[in-house]
């Protein structure tokens, strides 16, 4: 079965430093990775995906991911937090067994909070 | 980039009383519309894959007479909520696949319902 891990519900990081949250999927076959943000009370914001090639993928707002097929991981990564950057983030597996649909297989999800 | 709406954004209702969530891409042909419900500070828990045309797919333990969906064209899905009641109060997010070229999924801005 596919599944998704996000073993931090939370990740405390002073602004201005860097800041990683993880990830770690197991899929048959090649994976198709994603990263979302969500704000508090709205909808889900893409940043950034992994479908093949270079294994550091660059996103939106700054952010970046690096794909590692050895240790199953798809960490998200970022030089410098900010205090906006505080958020509920979730990482993705794309479910591309038959009769799926493409449906994404969600991890639990990481608050992020940047402190100033 | 490809938009999807949902409609309303905030809704409160008596208990007993129907709410519809609609749920419409905007800009692309989505063959696939899932719903998502979304407890505080939690994951989200896919309810349902619609197809187009077709009877919409149920999680195990959702109700399908609770949480009607229809999906009667390319670009629309509705959600009804069947006499609603305070455990229904949750935010409830559509997401909408487009099937070309890249099967991308494509969120809503999330609906937040409150049953008093």
């Known amino acids: 079965a596919q599944s998704v891990a996000q073993p931090e519900d939370q990740v405390n990081v002073a602004e201005g430093n860097p800041l990683t949250v993880k990830c770690t999927y197991s899929v048959s076959g090649n994976p198709y990775l994603f990263w979302y943000v969500q704000y508090p009370n709205r909808g889900l914001q893409f940043l950034l995906k992994?479908?093949?090639?270079d294994n550091l993928v660059k996103g939106s707002y700054g952010f970046e991911a690096e794909f590692n097929k050895s240790q199953t991981s798809f960490h998200l990564k970022k030089p410098s937090a900010l205090v906006s950057d505080s958020a509920l983030y979730f990482c993705a597996v794309r479910d591309m067994t038959k009769d799926s649909n493409y449906q994404l297989i969600w991890g639990a999800g990481t608050k992020l909070i940047i402190k100033p | 980039g490809a938009v999807v709406s949902q409609h309303p954004s905030r809704v409160i209702c008596k208990s007993g009383t129907s709410v519809k969530i609609e749920c419409r891409s905007l800009?692309?042909?989505?063959?696939?519309m899932f719903w998502y419900r979304q407890f505080p500070k939690q994951s989200l828990m896919l309810m349902a894959t619609?197809?187009?045309?077709?009877?919409?797919?149920?999680e195990q333990g959702v109700e399908k007479d609770k949480f009607l969906i229809n999906h009667a064209s390319l670009t629309l899905s509705t959600l009804t909520v069947t006499s609603a009641h305070p455990e229904d109060s949750s935010f409830y997010i559509c997401?909408?696949?487009?099937?070309?070229?890249?099967?991308?999924?494509?969120f809503g801005p999330g609906t937040r319902l409150t049953v008093t």
């Open positions: 800009d692309f042909q989505a063959t696939t």
């Open positions: 997401s909408a696949r487009r099937a070309r070229p890249d099967h991308e999924q494509y």
């Open positions: 992994y479908i093949t090639g």
């Open positions: 619609s197809n187009e045309g077709s009877k919409a797919t149920y």
